[in-house]
């Protein structure tokens, strides 16, 4: 059987009063890539950001690689070492140099010798076509390029699941394809299991095992990639890809 590596069960969510998320369901096998689709204020952000402990949940349960979790900030950080997240705006620090940047948490929070994620740093820079920038500072690049940099450092923690919040979406038309690219390699390549939100349905229907299709904070539906795009379920779906021009 495939390793289960998150299951979300009856999860709940409020801002104050209001309910944002409603009885969340779905689960993540290794390897598997789901796309979290669905109009403007569905949810979709809200949803990555409580997978990844950026926001508390009052109901439900969240199980990571089998184990429940226990939504404490002291567990949550543990958990973040695994769970890596790139969102719209690439959050570099600025004050340190590329390489600095990406050194920082596998040496500082993982205590590994830096040496050793150096080499690799060096390596997945390479692998994005920025080796030549490990001395810049984040100033120094462009928004597609600080973009990869995002990708290189989460990945350079060695998650076990990778969470893209719309990482291309302030980007030039022009830098998009390349971000697009390395997270298409991440899945082909190394089978990275990755939830994506994104607006890019080309995209999206290259990548997808599945999309949750979301409105007002629930699913409506949980159909494979190739289906959801050819023939979905719901109404709201399809009026949802022709508003996308898709
Ligand atoms: P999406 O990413 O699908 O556009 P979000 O998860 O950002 O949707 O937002 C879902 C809903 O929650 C929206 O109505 C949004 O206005 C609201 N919302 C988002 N963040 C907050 C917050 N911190 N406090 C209150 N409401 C919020
Ligand atoms: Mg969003």
Do not use: C
């Amino acid at each position: 059987m495939t390793e289960e590596i998150l299951k979300v069960e009856h999860l709940n969510k409020f801002y104050g009063d209001w309910q944002v998320l409603h009885d969340i369901n779905f689960d993540l096998k290794k390897g598997e890539v789901v796309t979290l689709l669905g109009p403007s204020g569905s949810g979709k952000s809200t949803l990555i950001r409580t997978l990844n402990g950026l926001e508390p949940f009052r109901k439900g349960s969240i199980y990571f690689k089998g184990k429940k979790i226990d939504p404490t900030p002291k567990e949550w950080q543990k958990l973040r070492q695994e769970i890596g997240m790139v969102f719209q705006s690439y959050d570099l620090f600025p004050n340190l140099t590329v390489l600095d940047n990406i050194l920082l948490a596998p040496t500082k929070v993982q205590g590994r010798n830096r040496a050793d994620v150096k080499k690799e740093a060096m390596e997945l820079l390479d692998r994005v076509d920025l080796a030549d920038q490990a001395n810049s500072y984040p100033r120094q690049l462009s928004g597609g390029q600080k973009q990869r940099i995002a990708i290189v450092r989460a990945l350079a923690m060695h998650p076990e699941l990778m969470l893209f919040d719309e990482v291309t979406a302030s980007l030039d038309p022009e830098m998009v394809r390349g971000v697009l690219e390395i997270i298409k390699e991440l899945s082909d390549r190394d089978h990275m299991t990755m939830i994506i939100v994104t607006h890019e349905m080309n995209f999206a229907a290259q990548i997808a095992d599945r999309v949750l299709f979301l409105e007002n904070g629930r699913i409506l539906e949980e159909t494979p990639g190739k289906q959801f795009f050819e023939h979905p379920q719901t109404a709201r779906a399809a009026e949802f890809l022709s508003s996308m021009e898709f």
